[in-house]
């Protein structure tokens, strides 16, 4: 039994370090009652408590009951508890954007209109601003056409939306190109379905896992028992995991919904995808419509990188595509405040740095310019929204276009 037990942390280890295993949650057979007693409890014994908590997991507890209440669509109540929440986490903008709703209904129209701004301004997640949208009596940003041939007068940046993206972000980063370079902006929406990751932490973490998983005896008397064969098991990740799913609900089914938790997360968020693969995928889909008049950028929420790197914010070829991805921008992925105004720039940069390879210019060392290479985040941060005189100048050259000057100095 010990034995299982180490097979059992083991499998559970193999994504421990970026995620938590699951709480065991609540016994079948707790009555609707108990349940809620529970969630308040935990909810409360938080809020007694005034500057002491600071790990999100334990404002958690509150945002639990939160949304049991809401569910419940008890809202007035949920409304005191997300108060209360977010003494704690104000930068929450999901909880914020659920106050204001919540607001708005008791006709606290200015209180709700304020909260639902600053929700505006600044959340990165496209559904925490849809739901504050009508308080603002805005409405939703419309779907961007499907990629398809367009004969253009003039050189024409065009956007392609490669995966799932934030919508509103893309509509702003077409309107700042546009209001800064004088160039035309067309926005289209990818018309395949993207490539699969390339690399993924998930099969890199079960490949290094699984030798010693499945070279324990008792996994190995295990599986003979259940006359499964070991050959199939170390070269197919997704029969492993579904075989190490099957042991654990046999042998602790708390810890088989902590796996299965763990397994779906890190498939969705510890993916990254090879600039080529993503490349040949957009150029594939532009083929049948572009002319020599398109400056085809592909736009991206992947995670990306290219043979020798970790990861790139861009990847280009001059003269025929680039591609930009805007995941290591985000403030999810650096740990920081959201901030949707901080996102856009980023974005913006990235867009002038990338602008200029694509239309074969080559690297700029003046530090005032954003099309000099950073590093890391901070020296992307460190990048003005603009290009320095000598890359504003070829540029227009190039595109024969109107790009605005740098602010002058004082
Ligand atoms: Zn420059």
Not at 71 to 88: H, Q, V
Not at 219 to 246: G, P, R, Y
Not at 365 to 392: G, M, Q, S, W
Not at 396 to 404: G, S, Y
């Amino acid at each position: 039994m010990k034995k299982i037990k180490s097979i059992v942390c083991l499998l559970l280890f193999l994504n421990c370090c970026a995620f938590s295993p699951v709480s065991g949650g609540f016994k079948t057979g707790d009555s609707a009652d108990n349940v809620e007693i529970q969630l308040k409890a935990e909810a409360e014994s938080l809020m007694t408590q005034t500057n002491n908590v600071s790990s999100s997991s334990e404002v958690a507890k509150i945002w639990k009951y939160v949304e049991y209440l809401w569910d419940k669509d008890r809202r007035p109540e949920a409304g005191r508890y997300i108060e209360a929440g977010l003494t704690f986490e104000p930068f929450n903008y999901y909880y914020q954007a659920k106050l204001a709703l919540v607001l708005a209904e008791q006709g606290r129209n200015r209180e709700a209109y304020d909260r639902a701004q600053i929700v505006y301004e600044k959340a990165e997640d496209e559904e925490t601003v849809e739901m504050i949208l009508p308080i603002l009596k805005k409405s939703l940003p419309a779907q961007f056409k499907s990629m398809e041939a367009a004969e253009f007068a003039s050189p024409t940046v065009v956007l392609v939306t490669m995966g799932e993206v934030n919508h509103l972000l893309v509509l702003e980063l077409q309107q700042k190109i546009s209001e800064y370079t004088g160039l035309a902006v067309v926005v289209f929406s990818e018309t395949g379905t993207p490539p699969p990751p390339d690399r993924s932490f998930f099969t890199s973490e079960i490949r290094r896992m699984r030798p010693t998983i499945l070279g324990m005896p008792e996994m190995v008397a295990w599986l003979n028992s259940h006359n499964i064969a070991t050959a199939s098991l170390a070269t197919d990740n997704e029969l492993f995991v579904k075989t190490m799913q099957q042991f654990l609900e046999e042998n602790n089914p708390v810890a088989a919904k902590g796996f299965k938790t763990n397994m779906d997360l890190a498939r969705l968020r510890l993916q990254q995808w090879s600039y080529d693969s993503l490349r040949d995928y957009l150029v594939a889909m532009a083929a049948p419509h572009r002319n020599e008049k398109w400056l085809l950028i592909g736009i991206t929420s992947y995670d990306m990188y290219m043979a020798d790197t970790n990861y790139v914010f861009a990847g280009t070829n001059p003269y025929a595509q680039a591609i930009i991805s805007y995941r290591r921008f985000m403030s999810d992925f650096n740990q920081e405040p959201e901030n949707r105004k901080r996102l856009l720039s980023r974005l913006f940069k990235q867009f002038l740095s990338v602008f200029g390879l694509l239309n074969g210019m080559t690297r700029c060392t003046f530090p005032d310019c954003a099309r000099v290479f950073p590093r890391n985040i901070a020296e992307h941060d460190e990048k003005p929204e603009y290009l320095c005189d000598e890359c504003r100048q070829t540029l227009e050259k190039l595109l024969k276009t109107r790009i605005q000057p740098k602010p002058a100095r004082r």
